[in-house]
């Protein structure tokens, strides 16, 4: 079975959100990045028993005041099977990097309170990101749409993390991921698309979708001279393990 294990499926970025879901046979997390977004994750989970959620605060909206309360009264849902997206983005605003390492920090330790896994953004925070992984992750963690060397993907694979890999892999501009994606074992990597955004090829430059998981899939299995179906099943399998599902 297929499973994308990170997903934005907003009203606001979708004509027919039912009709994205309807056309995915397999398994979607959706996850979301604020309070109004972590409610409607939340909403379309209840609807449809494919949908699970992970709750969480996007460090864009980073401040000393972020009120975690939503997350920790619905932790307990069924359909919340993690923390996230949670992390560090310096890419364009690095005045406030002591807001995104607290609230980062304060989300991990709720994901260890209640022992689920967190999905990890971090764009342009490498050795941040790392040292308060090493400092306070204590569960199952996932670098979502993962972005640095093979050589940092060593240092976050000594901490047991796994891998979200998603359409860059499919990218002409795409060969650091590819050797990322040769090198890490596939008991470490897990499928994503983060539709709507970063539409493989060749559909890249259209919306993306959860349905698309499956191009990504047989992209591995072409850099890895392995079978689709394999890949298919062994990220199934890290993907059940990491969300308990």
Same mark, same amino acid.
């Given at each position: 079975?297929?499973?994308?294990?990170?997903?934005?499926?907003?009203?606001?970025?979708?004509?027919?959100?039912?009709?994205?879901?309807?056309?995915?046979?397999?398994?979607?997390?959706?996850?979301?990045?604020?309070?109004?977004?972590?409610k409607?994750?939340?909403?379309?989970?209840?609807?449809?028993?494919?949908?699970?959620?992970?709750?969480g605060?996007?460090?864009?909206?980073a401040?000393?005041?972020? /009120?975690?309360?939503?997350?920790? @009264? &619905?932790?307990k849902?069924? #359909?919340?099977?993690? %923390?996230?997206? +949670?992390? !560090? /983005?310096?890419?364009?605003?690095t @005045? &406030?990097?002591?807001?995104? #390492?607290?609230?980062? %920090?304060?989300? +991990?330790? !709720?994901?260890?309170?209640?022992?689920?896994?967190?999905?990890?953004?971090?764009?342009?925070?490498?050795?941040d990101?790392?040292?308060?992984?090493?400092?306070?992750?204590?569960?199952?963690?996932?670098m979502?749409?993962?972005?640095?060397?093979?050589?940092?993907?060593?240092?976050?694979?000594?901490?047991?993390?796994?891998?979200?890999?998603g359409g860059?892999?499919?990218?002409?501009?795409?060969?650091?991921?590819?050797?990322?994606?040769?090198?890490?074992?596939?008991?470490?990597?897990?499928?994503?698309?983060?539709?709507?955004?970063?539409?493989?090829?060749?559909?890249?430059?259209?919306?993306?979708?959860?349905?698309?998981?499956?191009?990504?899939?047989?992209?591995?299995?072409?850099?890895?001279?392995?079978?689709?179906?394999?890949?298919?099943?062994?990220?199934?399998?890290?993907?059940?393990?990491i969300?308990?599902?």
């Amino acid at each position: 079975m297929l499973i994308d294990t990170h997903c934005h499926l907003f009203e606001s970025d979708y004509e027919n959100v039912d009709s994205i879901v309807k056309n995915m046979l397999g398994i979607m997390i959706a996850s979301g990045v604020d309070l109004k977004s972590n409610k409607e994750m939340l909403m379309l989970s209840d609807k449809y028993s494919n949908v699970f959620v992970t709750l969480g605060i996007h460090p864009e909206y980073a401040t000393n005041n972020v /009120d975690l309360t939503f997350i920790e @009264n &619905n932790i307990k849902n069924a #359909k919340v099977v993690g %923390i996230g997206e +949670i992390g !560090l /983005d310096y890419h364009y605003d690095t @005045n &406030n990097k002591n807001e995104q #390492k607290n609230l980062f %920090i304060k989300q +991990i330790e !709720l994901a260890n309170k209640y022992q689920l896994p967190v999905v990890i953004h971090s764009r342009d925070a490498c050795q941040d990101t790392l040292d308060i992984l090493k400092s306070h992750l204590q569960t199952k963690a996932i670098m979502h749409c993962y972005s640095y060397s093979l050589e940092m993907a060593k240092e976050f694979l000594k901490l047991g993390i796994y891998f979200g890999i998603g359409g860059v892999l499919t990218f002409k501009n795409g060969q650091k991921l590819k050797k990322v994606v040769e090198e890490i074992p596939l008991d470490r990597l897990v499928l994503e698309t983060d539709s709507p955004y970063l539409t493989p090829e060749p559909f890249r430059g259209k919306q993306n979708v959860p349905n698309n998981v499956e191009l990504v899939a047989k992209k591995i299995a072409e850099i890895k001279n392995i079978s689709y179906e394999e890949v298919v099943k062994v990220t199934e399998e890290n993907a059940k393990y990491i969300f308990d599902i």
